[in-house]
């Protein structure tokens, strides 16, 4: 009979803990994680859209009648009463087109404030990237802004204007409202979830940044001595190259495009940082 061993020691279990937190900056490894989880940036775009029209008589309809009805109206106080020059554009067309990037930039900066604060369950519940909050609502931009454009071709065929070469440039525009919009979006999003009061504020920034934004007046009105200020404001290239890329108007200026571009570039990387540092407490904030 062979021998029986003695009693075995059993080893003490170890717990294990996940921790999940978030890095000081951004690295590679985030940008992939961003990559692999699109599929949920997919589903809140897709959800935000369905909700926005919800029990609504006109739908997707309010995408073309909100810049429709201001172009009518700018038309009638700026260009029939004030008598506002449009570069020798016909004026409906000429604010129409102006609309169509403002509308995208206006919309992502008034949603996305309130972003984050408005999944508060959803982050203290499950992770996901915090940075898809703010996004949501820049993409989900991007719907209204091609059905917008489909009225915009119309007012471009009835008023017989022919496409130019510089439609090429159109896409490289679009990238740039689009990323003006995020850039802009984050640092809103990320400053109320500590500073409620922003979003209150928010309206009259847009407000505030439209009539510093040529959409209602031609570049060319604004005085020499003004012009290097006016460059700090992305959206004035934005809206005079959508212009010029459609109507063939006067392109803007190569160092306004430059200052504005390096503008966008520092908004986006400041605002990604801030973000992410506020990332790291926002669901003990929220």
């Known amino acids: 009979m062979a021998a029986t061993s003695g009693p075995r020691e059993v080893a003490p279990a170890v717990r294990r803990r996940t921790v999940i937190d978030s890095a000081g900056r951004w690295s590679g490894s985030d940008l992939q994680e961003l990559w692999e989880s699109r599929e949920l940036l997919y589903f809140l775009v897709w959800r935000d859209l369905k909700v926005r029209y919800r029990q609504t008589a006109l739908g997707a309809l309010w995408a073309v009648l909100q810049p429709a009805l201001s172009a009518v109206i700018f038309t009638v106080v700026f260009g029939l009463f004030a008598k506002i020059p449009s570069e020798g554009l016909p004026y409906p067309l000429f604010a129409y087109v102006g609309l169509l990037p403002w509308q995208l930039f206006a919309f992502a900066l008034i949603e996305a404030t309130n972003s984050v604060v408005l999944h508060e369950k959803l982050i203290k519940k499950v992770y996901f990237p915090r940075l898809f909050l703010p996004l949501t609502p820049v993409v989900g931009a991007v719907a ?143």
Do not use: H
């Open 144 to 286: 209204d802004f091609a059905i917008a454009s489909v009225v915009g071709v119309g007012l471009m065929v009835s008023y017989g204007v022919r496409p130019r070469v510089s439609l090429l440039v159109l896409p490289a525009l679009f990238i740039a409202a689009l990323a003006c919009a995020f850039a802009v979006s984050v640092w809103l999003a990320a400053l109320n979830v500590k500073y409620r009061d922003v979003r209150y504020a928010v309206p009259f920034l847009v407000q505030v940044w439209f009539f510093a934004t040529p959409i209602v007046y031609a570049s060319s009105l604004i005085p020499p001595p003004l012009r290097p200020l006016w460059a700090l404001n992305p959206m004035a290239s934005v809206v005079d190259g959508f212009r010029w890329a459609l109507l063939g108007a006067s392109p803007p200026p190569m160092a306004a495009v430059a200052v504005s571009l390096v503008v966008v570039a520092v908004l986006l990387a400041g605002g990604l940082a801030y973000f992410r540092r506020v990332e790291t407490t926002v669901a003990d904030v929220v």
